[in-house]
């Protein structure tokens, strides 16, 4: 009988290895809660939720939201009076992490026990980065779709869109202009920009000189280019 149980414990211990084993390799967070509090998550969650597993364990998965989505995220396992099933199985809201950053991320719930208790699994997916793209997409459409005649108008547009998405501090249009380099289109220029200007020195300049549209230019240290 004893040894039925060693054997018995053996193969479980075994068995939550190799669940722990996969479960880890999920891209995923994987979260199990039990009243709200976080009783297990996975490697993902440093990535997913800014937290290693040893330091989400314990708490509640709300102190990790932000709170303009605390109200809808305690609506998450209300039961729906019509079908009697839960009233929210997936929602996206904003986590924050610890350095302050929000990250938007998707939230699959089901229910569950654990050890015998009713709990909750969650599982957590970064959104931020495909949020990002869906915005460009949709800012750089408006700027397309609202072009009209005004050719220096519609490069102010465009300039100030490459700007916003490619998140930069400043951006210019220039263009050669019988030998003279002119800012025709800017966006957050500083104050003392030369809207015309010789060209020698002027990386815009070497752009154009270089003739090659196709290709992209990427200084990395600019401060040290001669």
């Not at 709990?119 to 980065?129: G, M, N, P, Y």
């Not at 000189?209 to 280019?225: F, I, K, P």
């Amino acid at each position: 009988r004893v040894d039925e149980i060693r054997a018995l414990n053996d193969e479980l211990t075994r068995s939550e290895k190799r669940y722990k084993f996969l479960v880890d390799r999920l891209p995923e967070a994987f979260l199990v809660l039990e009243e709200d509090r976080i009783v297990f998550a996975s490697r993902a969650c440093r990535s997913v939720c800014g937290l290693p597993p040893e330091q989400a364990v314990g708490k509640r998965l709300e102190e990790l939201i932000h709170p303009r989505w605390w109200e809808a995220y305690s609506r998450r396992l209300d039961v729906n009076p019509t079908t009697g099933s839960l009233g929210i199985h997936r929602m996206e809201l904003e986590l924050v992490h610890p350095d302050g950053q929000l990250r938007w991320t998707e939230l699959r719930f089901q229910l569950t026990t654990w050890g015998e208790r009713p709990a909750e699994i969650v599982l957590a997916s970064d959104l931020t980065d495909r949020r990002r793209a869906e915005q460009s997409l949709l800012r750089l459409n408006q700027v397309l779709t609202s072009l009209g005649n005004d050719f220096r108008e519609n490069v102010e547009r465009l300039t100030a869109a490459c700007g916003e998405l490619l998140g930069a501090t400043c951006a210019l249009y220039n263009r050669l202009d019988e030998g003279t380099l002119c800012t025709i289109g800017e966006w957050q220029a500083p104050a003392d920009l030369r809207r015309a200007d010789t060209p020698d020195g002027h990386v815009c300049f070497d752009v154009i000189r270089r003739g090659d549209a196709d290709r992209s230019l990427v200084v990395s240290n600019l401060q040290d280019t001669p």
